[in-house]
């Protein structure tokens, strides 16, 4: 029979990793948690329909990354690419409008993409996110950024930047797509395919096109900051004054646009200087018109995702130190069959009492499980045999010094709890 191996793309996250993925995961709940916002989670599939009208159905994600498939009922449905469109609908079908704004939500999901597998780029990955409802000002964006910049400074990453753009509003945009759709014309014959067929349904997303021989034209396109009307100048200038209050540094890139559709006026990303082609760790960006577009009332909103995968890998990169898992504070070994048996009502009773503890399962001479004992690094060993059984006593060996002292054993769960 042949080997079956994991589908191109995904990946194990394995217990040699899982330590770090632990507590960036704990890191990002506790800094959500201190800036107000509740966690929400949402299915895995959903209906086709929602991304669609909810990511475009002119963005690279639905036209060529979306898992769709028909299920059984004949429903087409579609593996999440994203959490945004998720949220919202819950949002939407929760009633939350009525909760006091701003509703304030983060989520750690994963999400799937049929894409071009390479470092940092996979099929199944994982997204820690955010999203905000109901405010509409630049206060809000400089706080969910500053949220983000607070993470990765505990976190402990650095070298990473922060890009800012605005892409305006439907008004600003009408306006420089004329500009754009002019500045591009000539060469549209000389352009890829997609960025043709973009043309007239949405030219502003041929400034993401990644095709090497439509950059040219890409790079030399208008940029939309330099044609905002005055209400997203407004917010534009609002931002920088905002981030510039908290303290926090950014550059402005005119060419972000960002890969989904729905996003309006700020754009942002953070970006690493390590992670080379897949360099950005984290995207956001306000979506003043998403709502709408999946049949809601008018909402403001904003939000971003964050890749997991990248964060690792960039942190692994910087030698940003991370966290390792716990080793048992205690081996007991049990010499004989009713030694055995009472190192595993003990192990169980220090169990109960919060403390990780190990005993032998696998029926080892008491040499094999002092080795044993040392390869799992825990801090004491405890060996019981007739005499420790008798006595009501045994040697608690500090592993470290291989220092001895004598402990009752119906102390032994307050003595290793007290230290
Ligand atoms: P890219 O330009 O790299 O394709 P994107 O614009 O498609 O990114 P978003 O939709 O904004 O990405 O997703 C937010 C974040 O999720 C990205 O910044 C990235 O860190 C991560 N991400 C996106 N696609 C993948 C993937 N296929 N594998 C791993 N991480 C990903
Ligand atoms: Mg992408």
């Known amino acids: 029979m042949t080997k079956i191996n994991a589908p191109k793309g995904t990946r194990d996250i394995l217990p040699t990793e899982i330590a770090a993925w632990q507590q960036a995961e704990r890191q990002f709940a506790a800094v959500c948690a201190r800036y107000g916002y509740q966690e929400i ?31 059984k009922g004949g429903r087409s449905i579609s593996l999440r690419p994203e959490g945004t469109a998720g949220v919202v609908r819950s949002y939407l079908e929760n009633g939350m409008a009525s909760w006091s704004s701003p509703v304030r939500l983060w989520y750690n999901i994963t999400a799937f993409r049929y894409e071009n597998v390479q470092k940092g780029r996979y099929r199944e990955f994982h997204q820690f996110g955010c999203e905000v409802f109901g405010a509409d000002g630049p206060v809000v964006d400089a706080e969910l950024i500053s949220l983000l910049a607070l993470f990765f400074k505990e976190i402990g990453l650095g070298q990473t930047s ?3 753009n605005s892409i305006g509003c439907p008004v600003c945009r009408t306006a420089y797509n004329q500009l754009l759709k002019a500045h591009i014309q000539p060469h549209l014959a000389d352009m890829c395919p997609t960025c043709n067929d973009r043309f007239e349904k949405n030219p502003l997303r041929i400034i993401d096109c990644k095709e090497h021989k439509c950059q040219p034209v890409t790079k030399t396109a208008p940029a939309l900051l330099d044609h905002l009307c005055p209400d997203c100048q407004t917010h534009f200038d609002g931002l920088c004054t905002n981030l510039d209050e908290l303290g926090i540094a950014y550059t402005v890139d005119r060419g972000i646009v960002r890969g989904l559709d729905y996003y309006t006026r700020t754009v942002f990303e953070f970006i690493s200087d390590h992670v080379g082609t897949q360099g950005t760790i984290c995207g956001g960006g306000r979506y003043d018109g998403l709502i ?18 990248r964060l690792m890998m960039e942190l692994n990169s910087q030698g940003v130190s991370v966290a390792t898992l716990p080793v ?6 049990g ?3 009713a030694a055995a048996t009472k190192a595993r009502q003990i192990t169980f009773l220090l169990r109960q009492q919060g403390i990780y503890a190990e005993t032998d399962l696998m029926n080892r001479s008491l040499k094999a499980q002092m080795k044993f004992a040392g390869k799992t690094g825990a801090t004491y060993t405890l060996v019981l045999g007739d005499d420790e059984i008798a006595n ?6 500090h592993m470290a010094d291989s220092t001895e002292r004598v402990v009752r054993l119906d102390q032994l769960a307050a003595f290793l709890t007290a230290r």
Do not use: C, N, W
């Not at 709408?292 to 995968?309: K, N, Q, R, W, Y």
């Not at 048992?328 to 070994?333: D, E, M, N, R, V």
């Not at 009501?392 to 060996?397: D, H, P, S």
């Open 328 to 333: 048992p504070l205690i081996y007991i070994a």
């Open 41 to 71: 989670r949402i299915p895995t599939f959903e209906s086709t329909d929602l991304f669609q009208r909810g990511v475009g159905d002119t963005t690279d994600v639905v036209q060529k990354e979306m898992y769709t498939f028909l299920d």
């Open 335 to 337: 010499l004989g069959a």
């Open 162 to 164: 922060l890009r800012i």
């Open 292 to 309: 709408e577009s999946i049949d809601g009332p008018h909402t403001p909103g904003i939000g971003f995702a964050l890749g997991v995968e």
């Open 392 to 397: 009501g006593e045994a040697k608690l060996k």
